[in-house]
């Protein structure tokens, strides 16, 4: 199935005691990115979150949000430092003397200076957090499945609407190509009656330069390998594997051919039809540029 690289996705649950939150996000990058911004003190969740992700996600600059509040008091202790405290009164004191300050130093005036303690929570269990985790994980990782497949359907449906139109185009150029040849042998049979005028013409020798001509603008070989590529790039969006670097490939060989085409072409109809198709498969490229 197409995805595209595109994608949104947010569950918020309360699970033992914790109210987690977790969004996930992505727009189009060639190859797998991750960012993760997660709580504070649960770090250790970062490399968790990016491999079961990608499991699920081959491709796309990808950014996760988890968010965990405790819901429950956890006893916590509480320590001061004492060598540090007493610096801050012995500097305090000091600075009172030597200014004549008024009033007395309180427990407020050292609370200030919070860096004197420390708190001292129960160590989390990492795997019990994990697991709560990951089943928010989960609930919007499916959300943001969803929406890139849905995307994918309507890209899919628009590259096969316009490989339509390419191959109508093809099969116009196929068609009018050979009367490209008539038409020089018609020419070059009028150039010649003109300058010759009165003289036998040598119908092996217009022959000759008719099929070198034939051979010159022949684009059957061309057009074949250009239907052989979308016979490919339609096996290929119906897979159930990541296929946007794979087309990308046919499709660089899908603009090989087509320029080809248009330097043999010597016909400013047939110009004009190359460049309608050349037009296509350029919107096909943005498409493709957001395909898993």
């Given amino acids: 199935m197409v995805r595209s690289m595109t994608g949104f996705g947010r569950s918020e649950k309360k699970l033992d005691g914790r109210e987690i939150t977790v969004e996930i996000k992505s727009v189009n990058h060639r190859y797998f990115e991750f960012g993760c911004r997660v709580s504070r003190g649960y770090a250790f ?13 081959t491709r796309g600059k ?13 006893q916590a202790n509480v320590s001061v430092n004492h060598s540090l405290a007493s610096g801050y009164v012995a500097a305090l004191k000091e600075l009172k003397e030597s200014y004549c300050l008024a009033g007395e130093i309180s427990v407020s005036d050292i609370m200030r200076f919070n860096d ?14 994990w697991q709560s985790v990951k089943t928010v994980l989960d609930s919007a990782l499916e959300s943001f499945i969803t929406m890139r497949e ?3 359907v309507k890209m899919k449906e628009d590259i ?4 339509e139109t390419i191959l109508s185009l093809v099969s116009k150029v196929e ?3 050979p009367e490209t040849v008539t038409k020089y042998r018609q020419r070059l049979e009028e150039r010649l009656k003109e300058i010759l005028s009165g003289v036998n013409i040598d119908e092996q020798r217009i ?3 008719a099929a070198i001509f034939a051979d010159k603008v022949a684009v059957a070989e061309e057009t074949v390998r250009l239907r052989s590529h979308f016979d490919q790039m339609f096996a ?4 159930s594997e990541p296929i946007g670097r794979k087309l990308d490939f046919i499709l660089q060989e899908m603009n090989r051919e087509t320029n080809t085409i248009g330097s043999k072409v010597q016909d400013a109809q047939l110009a004009h039809i190359v460049v309608e198709i050349k037009g296509e498969l350029e919107k096909i490229r943005e498409q493709l540029q957001n395909i898993e």
Avoid: N, W, Y
């Fill in 45 to 57: 969740l970062e490399e968790k979150l990016k491999a079961h992700i990608q499991k699920s996600v």
């Fill in 175 to 177: 068609e009018k190509s």
């Fill in 207 to 209: 022959l000759t330069e």
């Fill in 236 to 239: 290929m969006l119906d897979s």
């Fill in 116 to 129: 004197i303690f420390t708190v001292h929570k129960a160590p989390e269990d990492e795997d019990a957090v």
């Fill in 160 to 163: 096969l609407s316009r490989s």
């Fill in 150 to 152: 849905h995307e994918g």
């Fill in 62 to 74: 990808v950014d996760v949000f988890v968010s965990i509040t405790d819901c429950e008091e956890k």
